[in-house]
Nanobody, 122 residues
Framework: VQLQAFGGGLVQAGDSLRLSCAAS????????MGWFRQAPGKEREFVSA????????YYADSVKGRFTLTGDISTNTVFLQMNSLKPEDTAVYYC????????????????WGKGTLVTVSS
């Protein structure tokens, strides 16, 4: 499975940005897709995910109410709409093809996309 991410860039606090990620290859084996992020000097953390079977979406508490994840299973694409961005959202965002979601802290990722940088200035 290959993941190609688009979006990212430099915005000001309060602005919006949209990330998209398309999966190709053996996508029938993909259980869910989502996003993680890694800020400078910090560990990679979960942001949001959507499973394809029931369309359930998951959000980290830090982004709940500001970020919205949608998906198109026909094209294996997910879109992360990020509103009311804060400087603390600054990070490299990674698209992920997910094998299992036990809990939001127990997620098995099978494939990672290349990261896309989101910078939010204050």
């Amino acid at each position: 499975v290959q993941l190609q991410a688009f979006g990212g860039g430099l915005v000001q606090a309060g602005d919006s940005l949209r990330l998209s990620c398309a999966a190709s290859g053996r996508t029938l084996r993909v259980y869910a897709m989502g996003w993680f992020r890694q800020a400078p000097g910090k560990e990679r953390e979960f942001v949001s995910a959507m499973n394809w079977s029931g369309g359930r979406t998951y959000y980290a508490d830090s982004v709940k109410g500001r970020f919205t994840l949608t998906g198109d299973i026909s094209t294996n694409t997910v879109f992360l709409q990020m509103n009311s961005l804060k400087p603390e959202d600054t990070a490299v965002y990674y698209c992920a093809a997910i094998a299992t979601i036990a809990t939001m802290t127990s997620i098995r990722v099978d494939y990672w996309g290349k990261g896309t940088l989101v910078t939010v200035s204050s």
